[in-house]
């Protein structure tokens, strides 16, 4: 190991990654996580509490990966590894249990928004915060870069922490979020948050075809003199001085704006377009056994440390 601060974070196999998740989530970590000695993961268990169909999962985790890797991992430089691959996280996540309440877990934001969504209630759904503390616990993680949305679940993960070392001693370094202010909400083609869920996406691995349709169909306000809902998306992909002249020159003509702005995702997308159609399934489950080796000499070591505590050692 070396003195390097520790940082982890993890996406969920649950469907095609989008250009809100690349500029909200992945962009990021792409940017500091050579600093730091860094973990990502693929949180394969974490997405079995919504998804129950066999190819579609294992189909995400190939997805995944290629998407993490197209976009600018370098796999040599961070431990890539599944979840389900290092069964500490799982027992670690019991014992985590054991020591929460459900007054506690009922809290979670995630959850309650999920049920009222009408997502079913189960119990892996409702004990998820307690999976995730035991994934940053688990590696002495101090740093966990996450969008909004996660940061209760980073609470969740420091109560748990300190609820172990106040029962057991000091085991567990709370973690810290990391939430990037000013890259806020990216919009979807209708104006609200881009999201899976929403159907709004611009895919971040889109065609060429693809991206058309997309840009073609955002929602224009007819009397602004400038299209807010396609400058809120290509101020992501030009910088201000270029886009102030060019919706100066285009004022009022929609159109070529929009195509500008099909340019522009285009020009962005096509180098890692290609590179993600150089990578084959082989080289993701080359990649993913590697990291589990080595998430799992750690975990092993941890966990080692926390049954030593909890008094199942004879
Ligand atoms: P989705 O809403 O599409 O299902 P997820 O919940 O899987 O996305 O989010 C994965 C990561 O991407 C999270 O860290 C989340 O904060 C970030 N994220 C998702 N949508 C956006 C968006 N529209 N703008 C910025 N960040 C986003
Ligand atoms: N709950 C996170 C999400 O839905 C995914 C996640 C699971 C995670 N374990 C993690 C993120 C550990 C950071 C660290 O986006």
């Not at 370098?74 to 389900?84: A, G, H, N, T, Y």
């Not at 079913?120 to 503390?133: H, I, V």
């Not at 001085?241 to 159109?255: F, I, R, S, V, W």
Request: hydrophobic content about 40%; aromatic content about 8%.
């Amino acid at each position: 190991m070396t003195n390097k601060k520790r940082l982890l974070t993890g996406l969920q196999p649950s469907g095609s990654i989008h250009i809100g998740n690349y500029f909200g989530a992945l962009k990021p970590f792409l940017d500091m996580y050579t600093e730091y000695e860094s973990h990502l993961m693929v949180v394969d268990y974490h997405a079995l509490t919504t998804l129950r169909d066999r190819d579609a999962l294992t189909e995400n985790i190939y997805s995944i990966v290629k998407d993490y890797l197209a976009a600018g991992v370098d796999p040599e430089k961070v431990i890539l590894f599944k979840q389900s691959d290092v069964a500490e996280h799982t027992e670690l996540a019991w014992i985590l249990q054991c020591l929460v309440t459900v007054p506690f877990l009922m809290q979670a934001h995630a959850y309650k928004d999920k049920v009222a969504k009408g997502l079913e209630a189960n119990a892996g759904l409702f004990s998820y915060p307690m999976l995730m503390a035991a994934d940053i616990l688990l590696y002495d993680t101090e740093i966990v870069p996450v969008g909004e949305d996660q940061r209760q679940h980073i609470e969740y993960a420091r109560e748990a922490a300190n609820k172990f070392n106040n029962t057991y001693g000091e085991t567990f370094i709370t973690p810290q979020e990391h939430i990037l202010k000013g890259v806020g909400v990216v919009p979807g083609i209708d104006g609200k948050k881009m999201s899976k869920s929403y159907h709004n996406t611009i895919p971040l691995f889109a065609t060429r075809q693809e991206i058309e349709k997309a840009v073609m169909s955002i929602v224009t306000d007819s009397d602004g003199e400038r299209p807010e809902n396609v400058y809120a998306i290509h101020q992501l992909f030009a910088s201000e001085d270029a886009l102030d002249a060019l919706y100066k020159e285009n004022e009022g003509n929609y159109k070529a704006l929009k195509e500008a702005l099909i340019e522009d995702i285009d020009a962005f997308i096509a180098p890692m377009r290609e590179r993600r159609a150089s990578i084959t399934n082989e080289d993701v489950a080359n990649i993913l056994e590697a990291g589990a080796r080595k998430a799992k000499e750690r975990a092993l070591r941890k966990m080692m440390d926390v049954k030593e505590r909890i008094g199942v050692i004879l």
